[in-house]
């Protein structure tokens, strides 16, 4: 495993800002991370972020359906003065997204039921007319989302069914770039090196497993499941269950985060498992 400083520096201060806007985020103040700690301290960053970020969003909006085929687009993109055009959100005729990162080589299908958003984009301007924005936690939910650093954070993803948020908890994914980390999953080396530093960094938090997986276009990926009992904005105690997933790209290294509870796990995997199922490397 390659630890290099880099773009950590950007995840924390990226986690420094949401800290403004949501209440009990942890701050930059610990001392700069060396080399030993860098992979450690990112991914304990971004778990804490995704936990984070929900206690405030409280989306309504229909259940979700079923996942669906994943069709083969070509998407387009028009550059505005705040997005460079290094990634593309497009509309399916069946209702979901193609997500393609030009600068980190990967391309996504998103199914019809996650609101995805990109800081700066177009998409997140649609969102804030939605009816659910009317809302004061997906208002203050979108409102942390814009804060966030695009060159990191590529992509939110929220689940937007009202019966699925669980004391003002919303289930999320977030996608998570650093062009400079390379891990290998050749074996599971690397992937028992990230969960060994998940209870250490992450109060609480138990590793309740780790797996090396392969998608249907065999592209190998590394697995590591949490569990964090965690209490909501209003008060409401429950588990946070997290799958996070690691994906070796040309340019880097992608974490693709689920962030769920204990009442709606089973209900939102499979979805997220079609996504990662889509996941495809660019030439």
């Known amino acids: 495993m390659n630890h290099k400083r880099g773009l950590l520096t950007a995840v924390v201060l990226g986690m420094t800002a949401l800290a403004c806007v949501v209440p009990g985020l942890p701050t930059a103040s610990a001392p700069p991370p060396t080399p030993d700690t860098r992979l450690e301290r990112m991914v304990a960053e971004t778990v804490d972020a995704a936990i984070e970020l929900t206690r405030q969003a409280v989306p309504t909006a229909t259940e979700i359906p079923s996942a669906t085929p994943q069709p083969t687009v070509t998407a387009t993109f028009a550059a505005t003065a705040t997005q460079a055009p290094e990634t593309m959100l497009d509309k399916n005729a069946d209702g979901s997204s193609t997500f393609i990162d030009l600068s980190a080589k990967y391309q ?29 936690a997906i208002q203050g939910s979108l409102d942390a989302i814009k804060e966030q650093d695009p060159s990191v954070f590529r992509l939110f993803m929220l689940d937007i069914a009202e019966e699925h948020i669980e004391g003002g908890f919303v289930t999320n994914v977030n996608l998570v770039w650093d062009p400079q980390m ?12 990230l969960a060994a530093s998940l209870p250490a960094s992450l109060k609480d938090s138990e590793v309740t497993g780790t797996e090396l997986k392969t998608t249907k276009n065999e592209t190998p990926y590394g697995v590591i499941t949490t569990s964090t009992p965690s209490t909501t904005q209003d008060g409401t105690s429950v588990v946070i269950f997290q799958t996070l997933t690691f994906f070796d790209l040309p340019v880097g290294t992608l974490s693709i985060t689920l962030t769920t509870t204990e009442t709606w796990q089973e209900t939102v995997e499979p979805s997220f498992d079609a996504i990662l199922e889509s996941f495809i490397v660019l030439e």
Do not use: M
């Open 108 to 136: 996504l299908t998103l199914p019809v039921q996650w609101l995805a958003v990109r800081i700066n984009a177009p998409e997140y301007d649609e969102a804030l007319q939605l009816p659910e924005a009317a809302n004061p």
């Open 182 to 193: 390379e891990v290998s999953f050749a074996d599971d080396t690397d992937l028992k090196t």
